[in-house]
């Protein structure tokens, strides 16, 4: 069953403006997860959270963490027509695993 | 570094026919995975390995086998292929809280 679940499930925006998609999950996590996936193509790592962290940021990339409410938001700043691409947010579990489970995506749409 | 490699890239069965889906990385990774993406359904874990010699069940694995082979290798064997396994199958390998490094999948149709 998915852990994740992304929103909104697709997001188009112009050039220049920001992108935000959220992401829930339903159990506790050691960390939470965000991956690009061009069409095609397979899913590329794009920053990781712990749960102890509240923000992360990478380049234009900034990543929020709410335990209490189990939710995470990923915000593009500045989008590019290569930002075009599909989100995922992905939850491991406090067993200690490694084993990752993935949400559903939000399909972002950037136009020059 | 060639990083997680994948073979083959596409590929067409019929049902009944069996195959062995390839995975490889050369990051001296302990965990790796198999994963199948199907429309709306973001992607499912089918098998996973924690070390060298452990598999473990994932949340999609009938119909499905795995093994271990060394260190780097993982591969998925399909035993008696269905129309239902016609899917995108992502390997991926990871080590400790470094992120998943994803293969570039395989297009498999069953018909």
């Known amino acids: 069953s998915q852990q994740g679940e992304e929103d909104p499930q697709a997001l188009s925006i112009q050039e220049g403006e920001n992108a935000t998609m959220n992401c829930s999950y339903k159990?506790?996590?050691?960390?939470l997860q965000w991956y690009r996936q061009n069409s095609g193509r397979g899913l590329v790592h794009l920053i990781l959270?712990?749960?102890?962290?509240r923000e992360k940021h990478s380049g234009r990339l900034r990543v929020t963490l709410d335990t209490s409410k189990k939710s995470s938001s990923l915000l593009i700043t500045a989008s590019r027509a290569a930002d075009t691409a599909s989100y995922f947010c992905?939850?491991?579990?406090?067993?200690?695993?490694?084993?990752?489970?993935f949400g559903k995506g939000t399909k972002l749409t950037v136009n020059p | 570094n060639a990083g997680v490699t994948q073979t083959p890239k596409f590929q067409v069965l019929k049902t009944g026919q069996s195959m062995t889906l390839q995975c490889a990385q050369d990051m001296n990774h302990n965990s790796m995975y198999w994963y199948r993406q199907d429309p709306g359904m973001g992607l499912r874990l089918i098998y996973y390995s924690a070390s060298e010699g452990t598999t473990d069940k994932g949340e999609v694995p009938n119909g499905y086998n795995v093994s271990r082979l060394n260190k780097r290798e993982f591969s998925l064997r399909l035993e008696s292929a269905a129309p239902s396994q016609t899917s995108v199958y992502f390997c991926?390998?990871?080590?400790?809280?470094?992120?998943?490094?994803f293969g570039s999948g395989t297009r498999l149709t069953v018909v």
């Open positions: 991926a390998s990871s080590f400790k809280e470094r992120g998943y490094t």
């Open positions: 959270i712990r749960s102890n962290e």
């Open positions: 992905a939850t491991d579990s406090q067993g200690g695993s490694e084993k990752l489970v």
């Open positions: 159990t506790s996590i050691n960390n």
